[in-house]
T-cell receptor, first 113, second 107 residues
Framework: DGGITQSPKYLFRKEGQNVTLSCEQN?????MYWYRQDPGQGLRLIYY???????QKGDIAEGYSVSREKKESFPLTVTSAQKNPTAFYLC????????????FGPGTRLLVL | GIQVEQSPPDLILQEGANSTLRCNFS?????LQWFHQNPWGQLINLFY???GTKQNGRLSATTVATERYSLLYISSSQTTDSGVYFC?????????FGSGTKLNVKP
């Protein structure tokens, strides 16, 4: 089946630790996105990528980093510089950037120990 | 950035009732989507509707781009319709979500 997978489902981070969230899609989409959702809030854009080897900052990129070495993969690293990382992280993809429908993965819940 | 306001923030319905959710946005957009987030956090796209009217079963949506608003209609609501409904809009550079309407359909 085509779709977007995210792993892990839950992730625990210790103080000062970098953690990486995985996002994979087999929809052959060019564009991929990372969003953060805090309780009771809408989604906010962290990073997006329109094409392989290219990515741009969203509204809340500080403390995060990404890479896009393959079309199907867009991992997000939450660095120790992100002081409030506890949130629900959602990955999405679309055929082209901001065109047509965005499809979302099931999300990763990140908790700080 | 574009401001996206959704109303009402909370809605409680009896099963079988109809409802209308509203999304107002502050600037011209070329992308507008409605999503349903279920209690487990999964976001499902309902409509891609930058303008015009679309229907899918008991759901329909209308966007009046010139007046910068969109409406989502839910008819004959079911308990499985419960969750949070988000409106998201975009222009050529960014994509913005509203804070959502939390719907609770009671049996």
């Amino acid at each position: 089946d085509g779709g977007i997978t995210q792993s892990p489902k839950y992730l625990f981070r210790k103080e000062g630790q970098n953690v990486t969230l995985s996002c994979e899609q087999n929809l052959n989409h060019d564009a991929m996105y990372w969003y953060r959702q805090d309780p009771g809030q809408g989604l906010r854009l962290i990073y997006y990528s329109q094409i392989v080897n290219d990515f741009q900052k969203g509204d809340i990129a500080e403390g995060y980093s990404v890479s896009r070495e393959k079309k199907e993969s867009f991992p997000l690293t939450v660095t120790s510089a992100q002081k409030n990382p506890t949130a629900f992280y959602l990955c999405a993809s679309s055929i082209w950037y901001l065109q047509e429908t965005q499809y979302f993965g099931p999300g990763t819940r990140l908790l700080v120990l | 950035g574009i401001q996206v306001e959704q109303s009402p923030p909370d809605l409680i319905l009896q099963e079988g009732a109809n409802s209308t959710l509203r999304c107002n946005f502050s600037d011209s957009v070329n992308n507008l989507q409605w999503f349903h987030q279920n209690p487990w956090g999964q976001l499902i796209n309902l409509f891609y509707i930058p303008s015009g009217t679309k229907q899918n079963g008991r759901l329909s949506a209308t966007t009046v781009a010139t007046e910068r608003y969109s409406l989502l209609y839910i008819s004959s609501s079911q308990t499985t319709d419960s969750g949070v409904y988000f409106c998201a809009v975009g222009n050529f550079n960014k994509f913005y979500f509203g804070s959502g309407t939390k719907l609770n359909v009671k049996p």
